[in-house]
């Protein structure tokens, strides 16, 4: 499985791409940051956030694309810019028919480090070893887009079983249709 890990962000979004299954070794593809200046104008950065995303698409072919899910934080602008990139980074892959996966901070941060509550050091320190990288990746955005790509490529199995499970429950439960009811009439 390839997946393409995007840690969503106006002035810096994080891009990772890493391949393998759930209980073998992992390999990253590649990482970086799509960057854009603070004092463009909004439409201008998400052209950007779009062309970067676009070619990472375009030179790795990922099956999946994992993007962090966007939680409240305290700076309103800072979330409307991650949900806005994050929104450019689920358009690109839909637009390919890419099945998009999203992962909360703390799920990420629990499927690689073991804790939901691990800071940004315990997270790079994990990508460093469980990709076998000589290095944790810098910046942070980069080691998060990996992690967001290893946690889907973990969970994914596990989610796809659920998933089936619940649609054979539904397609086995015995359907009960109600008798349609005549509206109410006024009286008077």
């Given at each position: 499985m390839r997946v393409?890990?995007?840690?969503?962000?106006?002035?810096?979004?994080?891009?990772?791409?890493?391949?393998?299954?759930?209980?073998?070794?992992?390999?990253?593809?590649?990482?970086?940051?799509?960057?854009?200046?603070?004092?463009?104008?909004?439409?201008?950065?998400?052209?950007?956030?779009?062309?970067g995303i676009e070619q990472w698409l375009d030179e790795h072919r990922p099956e999946y694309v994992a993007v962090e899910r966007v939680f409240s934080q305290h700076n309103v602008r800072t979330v409307m810019g991650t949900a806005q990139a994050s929104a450019v980074a689920i358009l690109c892959a839909s637009r390919r028919g890419i099945p998009v996966a999203l992962h909360t901070p703390s799920e990420v941060k629990a499927a690689v480090t073991g804790s939901g509550r691990a800071d940004k050091a315990q997270v790079g320190a994990m990508v460093t070893r469980l990709l076998r990288l000589a290095e944790p990746p810098k910046p942070a955005d980069a080691a998060d887009a990996l992690a967001l790509a290893i946690c889907h490529i973990w969970r994914a199995p596990a989610q796809n079983r659920l998933q089936q499970a619940v649609a054979l429950h539904a397609s086995k439960a015995p359907r009960t249709l109600k008798a349609p009811t005549a509206p109410k009439g006024r009286t008077t």
């Open positions: 393409l890990g995007v840690d969503p962000g106006l002035t810096r979004c994080g891009i990772g791409v890493v391949e393998g299954v759930a209980g073998r070794p992992l390999t990253m593809l590649g990482v970086g940051v799509v960057r854009t200046p603070a004092n463009a104008e909004l439409g201008h950065r998400l052209v950007a956030v779009e062309q």
